[in-house]
T-cell receptor, first 109, second 116 residues
Framework: GIQVEQSPPDLILQEGANSTLRCNFS?????LQWFHQNPWGQLINLFY???GTKQNGRLSATTVATERYSLLYISSSQTTDSGVYFC???????????FGQGTTLQVKP | GAVVSQHPSRVICKSGTSVKIECRSL??????MFWYRQFPKQSLMLMAT?????????EQGVEKDKFLINHASLTLSTLTVTSAHPEDSSFYIC????????????FGSGTRLTVV
């Protein structure tokens, strides 16, 4: 089956710093989503981005489907950005998602 | 829009008892719902796919007689953990959507199950 790998596994930032999270996938995908899981477990859908670039405030994401990777950019990080960031792919266009292992981000004040 | 409500958020049960978790789509009709499980410090793993009016499809290694899924209407799916054991303690989370949606599926807030 498809492999979804995220890097780095852990990241510690000072408030105000920028960061880039990466998601590599081993096969073609129909859809790709980025999620933020807060300390209470809630999964927040950040981007639905099977290809191209999208921006939402301090966050942006780029997926290069032909090269099988996606990047999530966080600019001017805040302590509330802390949590686990997951990318997840849908290979069959059924909504069934395969998750990466996540990047745990800690933003220090 | 696209709000998914999941209850309970937290439950503690005794070993051997059954627990039911509900997943509701509040402002849309969900043709498909998915159930995931997440162990501490790990990623989410798909357990089963639930389609309204038909039997659930379980992923390899998931016991269908232990994790009963019912999707009786377009707004409600339930997961029942039967004869729960401590190793079933985990975070269970559902997602819901409609075939052909182009902005992804929405997740519920999850249920933390502890079996003592």
């Amino acid at each position: 089956g498809i492999q979804v790998e995220q890097s780095p596994p852990d990241l510690i930032l000072q408030e105000g710093a920028n960061s880039t999270l990466r998601c590599n996938f081993s096969d073609s995908v129909n859809n790709l989503q980025w999620f933020h899981q807060n300390p209470w477990g809630q999964l927040i859908n950040l981007f639905y981005i099977p290809s191209g670039t999208k921006q939402n405030g301090r966050l942006s994401a780029t997926t290069v489907a032909t090269e099988r990777y996606s990047l999530l950019y966080i600019s001017s990080s805040q302590t509330t950005d802390s949590g686990v960031y997951f990318c997840a792919v849908d290979v069959s266009n059924t909504g069934k998602l395969i998750f990466g292992q996540g990047t745990t981000l800690q933003v220090k004040p | 829009g696209a709000v998914v409500s999941q209850h309970p958020s937290r439950v503690i049960c005794k070993s051997g008892t059954s627990v039911k978790i509900e997943c509701r789509s509040l402002d849309f009709q969900a043709t498909t719902m998915f159930w995931y499980r997440q162990f501490p410090k790990q990623s989410l793993m798909l357990m089963a796919t639930s389609n309204e009016g038909s039997k659930a499809t379980y992923e390899q290694g998931v016991e269908k007689d232990k994790f009963l899924i019912n999707h009786a209407s377009l707004t409600l799916s339930t997961l029942t953990v039967t004869s729960a054991h401590p190793e079933d303690s985990s975070f269970y989370i559902c997602s819901a959507g409609r075939t052909g949606w182009h902005y992804g599926y929405t997740f519920g807030s999850g249920t933390r199950l502890t079996v003592v």
